[in-house]
């Protein structure tokens, strides 16, 4: 079966801080891959999205980045967190229709 | 003008009530419609799809009105265990069909 992972589950990094989130999927092949961000009382928001390793494309200009090293992992990073970056980051994987969310990381950024 | 738009609630009903929840669009060439379910600190996990005829899936029932760019889930004889968020959300048509999630609906079912 389709599995996915997230870590860490939660973080508390200080503003100015790299950050660097996992996101790993197993039971599927060439996955297309997705970074949402889930701020308190609003909807997801696309940031991310990879049809395949090292395609990623960017849906909203910030200062996330996002890598694809292999087939199956997807990264999320940041090079110097800002506080507005605090939120609940999700790793979804799935067609361009139905999509399945991994556990998330909660982030807060002081 | 958000794309989608959703009330916030919270909804808060007795158990064995029927809540109706609406959600509307704004892009009329959005093509495709889903309810996910959103438990509290959790992630969002597929409830239903919405097709132009209607659909029921037990006790749920979901239905589009296209000319009036709304979506609708009903919840009939709620459980307790229907307490979370619901989110509506559309396909945007392009080069790269998009996911667009409204902000959800809040629903608490009390004994």
């Known amino acids: 079966s389709q599995t996915i992972h997230q870590w860490p589950a939660t973080l508390v990094q200080p503003v100015g801080s790299p950050l660097s989130l996992e996101c790993t999927v197993e039971?599927?092949?060439?996955?297309?891959l997705y970074w949402y961000r889930q701020a308190a009382g609003r909807g997801l928001q696309l940031l991310f999205y990879?049809?395949?390793?090292?395609?990623i494309s960017s849906e909203v200009p910030q200062n996330l980045s996002a890598s694809r090293p292999q087939d199956r992992q997807f990264i999320l990073s940041s090079k110097k967190l800002l506080l507005s970056d605090s939120g609940f980051y999700l790793c979804?994987?799935?067609?361009?229709?139905?999509?399945?969310f991994g556990p998330g990381t909660r982030l807060l950024v002081l | 003008r958000k794309e989608v738009e959703q009330d916030p609630g919270p909804f808060n009903v007795p158990e064995g009530a029927t809540v109706a929840f609406n959600c509307t669009y704004s892009n009329s060439a959005s093509q495709s419609f889903f309810w996910y379910r959103q438990d509290c600190r959790k992630e969002p996990k597929l409830l239903m799809s919405v097709y132009s005829s209607g659909n029921e899936d037990g006790r749920f029932t979901a239905q589009l009105n296209r000319a009036s760019q709304y979506i609708s889930l009903l919840i009939r004889d709620s459980k307790l265990s229907d307490s979370a968020t619901y989110l509506c959300?559309?396909?945007?048509?392009?080069?790269?069909?998009?996911?667009?999630f409204g902000a959800g609906t809040r629903l608490a079912v009390h004994p």
């Open positions: 959300v559309v396909i945007r048509q392009g080069g790269y069909n998009k996911l667009i």
């Open positions: 990879s049809v395949g390793i090292g395609q």
């Open positions: 979804a994987f799935g067609g361009q229709e139905t999509q399945y």
């Open positions: 039971g599927t092949s060439n996955p297309n």
